[in-house]
């Protein structure tokens, strides 16, 4: 996501965060002071934090729940910023929990992986993170990261997979969030030799850029509901530059014990992507709270 959290990262809210709010009120949500120290879960306090993009505050809120359901001590630091920020918090025990992507999460620790199965990127995953840091089980759920184009666009000029922009990218404008090109531009160049005329920050209106015509192509996560709102194509990807992106908790394994480690895993078991969907067609475009989206799921889901 992957620039999710990625799917992050996903924030794409740097401009987003109206979507959903941190519940420890404005400002700094990382601020001196703001958060405690992770500490073992038994009786303590886990800090569950999330990127700055509706999703991921989402399946923040839904994590928090569940915890909290569980009689966990749950503070939660919603829509801080990007991987590049919350990776370091978790590792410092600011942080206690996030959710995230496998895939991206892989790729940001190892730019050159070339795992791409779910199973491949758990166990290079456990390889790659510090001892500090563990995952959990991962969901079913997955919203990868996509390059997307509009209807007429893909008609236009012929394009049903990536590299079918190769020598047509240089006359095209690309979307997406604050990270995008630096995370993906190399990438595109070695894998499918395409470079686009110009890259735009449009972050979580990169779906309405597209439907307006301010860019061509976009960074567009395959949960969103405007890519079947908008009539959006997706460019199929042979060359896996976007990896599995199953939804993830990541954990400071310190501030977590064997009860918020169950909450965690019975809520990855119950997400599946079409569900993920639907909850952000709520968040997305019915412009209902996450907080109450993840209290229904959880009670549907016999968690909350």
Do not use: H
């Not at 190892?110 to 001892?131: F, I, N, Y």
């Not at 012929?158 to 995008?180: I, Q």
Request: charged share 20%; aromatic share 4%; glycine share 10%.
């Amino acid at each position: 996501m992957t620039t999710r959290l990625v799917r992050t990262l996903a924030a794409a809210s740097l401009v987003l965060g109206a979507a959903a709010c941190s519940s420890s009120g404005g400002g700094d949500p990382l601020a001196a002071g703001s958060s405690p120290a992770a500490t073992p879960a038994g009786g303590k306090t886990v800090v569950v934090g999330s990127a700055n993009f509706p999703e991921n505050v989402l399946l923040a809120s839904i994590y928090s729940q569940a915890l909290k359901a569980k009689g966990v001590s749950v503070q939660e630091k919603f829509n801080i910023g990007s991987r590049e920020v919350l990776y370091g918090q978790l590792q410092s025990g600011a942080l206690t929990v996030l959710p995230e992507y496998n895939g991206a999460l892989l790729a940001y620790l190892d730019p050159k992986t070339t795992a791409t199965g779910t199973q491949a990127v758990g166990a290079e995953l456990q390889q790659k993170l510090p001892a500090s840091l563990a995952v959990l089980d991962p969901a079913a759920a997955e919203d990868k990261d996509s390059l997307t184009v509009t209807q007429a666009t893909a008609d236009r000029l012929g394009l049903k997979t990536v590299a079918d922009l190769a020598g047509k990218a240089g006359d095209l404008v690309v979307g997406g969030p604050p990270e995008f090109k630096s995370r993906r531009e190399q990438q595109f160049k070695d894998a499918y030799g395409i470079g686009f005329k110009e890259w735009k920050l449009t972050a979580d209106t990169t779906a309405n850029a597209l439907k307006d015509g301010t860019v061509q192509v976009g960074n567009v996560f395959t949960t969103d509901p405007r890519i079947v709102q908008f009539k959006l194509v997706p460019l199929a990807d042979p060359k896996n530059v976007f990896s599995v992106q199953n939804v993830i908790p990541l954990v400071n394994r310190a501030g977590v014990d064997a009860t918020a480690t169950a909450a965690l895993n019975a809520v990855s078991a119950k997400l599946d992507t079409a569900g993920l969907t639907g909850l952000m067609k709520r968040v997305s475009v019915d412009k209902e709270d996450p907080s109450a989206v993840a209290k229904d799921w959880l009670k549907a889901n016999g968690l909350g």
